[in-house]
């Protein structure tokens, strides 16, 4: 332990060697069955298990996301692991829809969940996460902590709460074949520390990987990453909380373009603020500068946006593929709508409605054209007022919005 910690080597239970028992840590053990102690003793580098993938082509999904953290931004940090373990080698990792079909899957998880007793949770005691080695079955699967206080950012890893990120990108290095390293700030480390939003592979981790997967050479194309999110908070220089920025829009107090639910959380477009559009949709055109309307189609999967004249169809499980615009005529509106103030499908009939200035459209979902005899008058919504600014679907029930106050 005390080699792995690197601290001193003294063999006794000293102040140094007390300290490090009460980190947080990964379950694995620092030596592996297959890897000999005199080996350990006389390097200071990275440990191969013995074990690796037989293919370079591996997939990752998930079986569940943690309630404390949104799962959005538990993707990014997912496929940002991934590719970080991808970039210096051979490695492609995509992901995967499907859980049945995966190489590597993620869950979150409490006490004992059906695996070895050596890889009980411990509640928020000393362990965080596991994972298993490559292989089939199990094999490559990551399991979380799920009593964990989990944050994103490192500066919010503080009083037992634990960053997702530098824990993560940890297993993942376990899923692809890599032991402990007794090399301090080495993602390899056995002991949990929190690492910035750019980390980068150190070089003992990087070495560790090309030493199972050879090396990314220079006509590779390079692995899909996320790209960084929007610093939305700053520290403030007298605590340790943080405050938003003054940028950032009074939610009760201003107009929305366009608003959706994805998956319970509630998205707001206005312009290109408060979030630049293309750090959470990655494939929209980046040439797209804001959005009149967006809903979710009835499969879950889809989300389709309206910018002037235009509408694109973009999949939130499959978002690595480029999306491009298609005329609104298409849809068989009459050439003369040249926007979409809002959309919308309503709980009452399940039916989706677009909206501009003083008439509404009824859209059929199954031929994606806008039924016949529309659009008609606004009319019809008795005590709805025309030029609606946003709606969205809550709870089955339609909310159409002219201006958002609380």
Not at 142 to 161: F, G, S, Y
Not at 269 to 296: Q, T, W
Not at 379 to 398: V, Y
Request: charged share 25%; proline share 6%; net charge neutral.
């Amino acid at each position: 332990m005390q080699r792995f910690g690197n601290i001193p080597i003294t063999g006794a239970l000293d102040e140094a060697t007390l300290e490090l028992l009460k980190r947080k840590r990964c379950i694995f053990p620092d030596i592996t069955s297959n890897i000999s102690a005199n080996h350990i003793s006389r390097t200071k580098r990275y440990k191969l298990t013995g074990l690796k993938w037989k293919k370079n082509d591996l997939t990752w999904g998930v079986k569940n996301y943690t309630k404390k953290m949104s799962t959005r931004r538990q993707f990014e940090i997912f496929a940002r692991s991934f590719a970080l373990w991808s970039e210096p080698t051979t490695l492609n990792i995509r992901y995967e829809s499907n859980p049945a079909r995966v190489d590597i899957l993620i869950g979150f998880y409490r006490g004992a969940h059906g695996c070895s007793k050596n890889f009980v949770f411990d509640d928020k005691e000393d362990i965080v996460g596991h994972a298993y080695f490559p292989g089939e079955g199990l094999g490559g699967d990551v399991h979380l902590d799920d009593d964990e206080d989990w944050v994103d950012r490192d500066e919010e890893a503080i009083n037992d709460k634990i960053q997702l990120f530098g824990t993560f990108l940890h297993e993942v290095g376990h899923s692809l074949g890599l032991a402990h390293t007794p090399v301090s700030g080495a993602i390899m480390y056995p002991y949990y520390f929190a690492i910035p939003e750019n980390f980068q592979l150190p070089y003992d981790d990087k070495l560790g990987i090309r030493a199972l997967y050879g090396v990314r050479t220079a006509n590779m194309p390079r692995p899909w990453m996320p790209p960084h999110m929007p610093t939305w908070w700053t520290k403030s220089p007298t605590t340790t909380q943080s405050v938003r920025p003054k940028r950032l829009p009074d939610l009760c107090f201003t107009s929305f373009d366009a608003v959706v639910e994805i998956r319970s959380e509630i998205y707001f477009f206005k312009g290109k603020e408060p979030v630049v559009i293309h750090y959470f949709f990655y494939s929209l055109p980046k040439k797209i500068e804001h959005i009149d309307a967006v809903y979710m189609r009835p499969n879950g999967k889809e989300l389709v946006f309206f910018t002037g004249a235009n509408y694109l169809i973009y999949n939130i499980e499959d978002d690595s593929k480029p999306v491009h615009p298609r005329p609104l005529t298409s849809l068989g509106f009459a050439s003369n709508v040249d926007k979409i103030d809002a959309a919308m499908i309503w709980g009452y009939n399940e039916k989706t409605f677009f909206f501009k200035g003083s008439q509404y459209w009824r859209f059929d979902e199954k031929s994606m054209r806008v039924e016949a005899d529309y659009p008609r008058d606004m009319a019809f919504w008795k005590g709805l007022p025309t030029n609606i600014d946003a709606a969205f679907t809550w709870s089955r029930n339609g909310l159409l919005i002219r201006r958002f106050n609380c």
